[in-house]
């Protein structure tokens, strides 16, 4: 069983969560942080800002940068412009390769929820979701999450075979129960 201690125990631990939209990576990400009491980074929360205005790649980047500086960070996102920074220094990469089926459904569900709400996604930006822009918008969440399960798919595999990342350790889980018993393999040490 793995055991870890956290920053406390003078280990770093630097963990990028990927995987398609809507497979749970930042909740999975979040529950990590919190057993291992690392800071958690949302990249979405870092990327999008008011009115859903996009960084330039410039800005993006020193943001990030200066968001996982630190020894230890469960970061969650893809964001495949910015792999030069996030696996500089990363550990572990926890690719959730849930089905389509599943993420799909998830996606809806998250979609769902959000418009109905209208919580305000990341603190600061006003940014919320719309059943317009949910579901019946060009710029759809749900749209792309259709249009890219497999690319992203297929990104994520080719980067666990790619030679120049055999320094990152990589973790494909494959369900929710996978998922579980993994976060479960991590214990404190009181």
């Known amino acids: ?37 690392i800071p958690f980074v949302e990249i979405d929360a870092i990327f999008w800002g008011p009115n859903w205005q996009e960084p330039d790649d410039e800005e993006f980047f020193e943001k990030l940068s200066k968001e996982i500086r630190g020894d230890s960070w469960v970061l969650d996102g893809n964001y495949t412009r910015a792999t030069h920074i996030k696996w500089e220094r990363v550990d572990t990469v926890i690719w959730l390769d849930y089905s389509f089926l599943r993420t799909f459904i998830q996606s809806v569900k998250r979609a769902t929820k959000r418009a109905y709400t209208k ?6 930006t006003g940014n919320k979701e719309s059943f317009r822009q949910s579901f019946f918008s060009k710029d759809s969440i749900i749209l792309w999450s259709v249009q890219n399960y497999w690319i992203i798919r297929d990104r994520c595999q080719l980067a666990m075979e790619d030679e120049k990342f055999a320094h990152i350790e990589f973790v494909r889980l494959t369900s929710p129960s996978d998922a579980e018993r993994y976060l479960r393999s991590f214990e404190i040490k009181a």
Request: charge should be positive.
């Open 119 to 124: 919580e305000e996604l990341w603190p600061g």
């Open 1 to 37: 069983m793995r055991r870890a201690k956290g920053s406390s125990s003078g280990r770093s631990l630097r963990f990028n969560v990927i995987g398609s939209s809507g497979s749970g990576k930042s909740t999975l990400g979040r529950k990590l942080a919190n057993i291992l009491n």
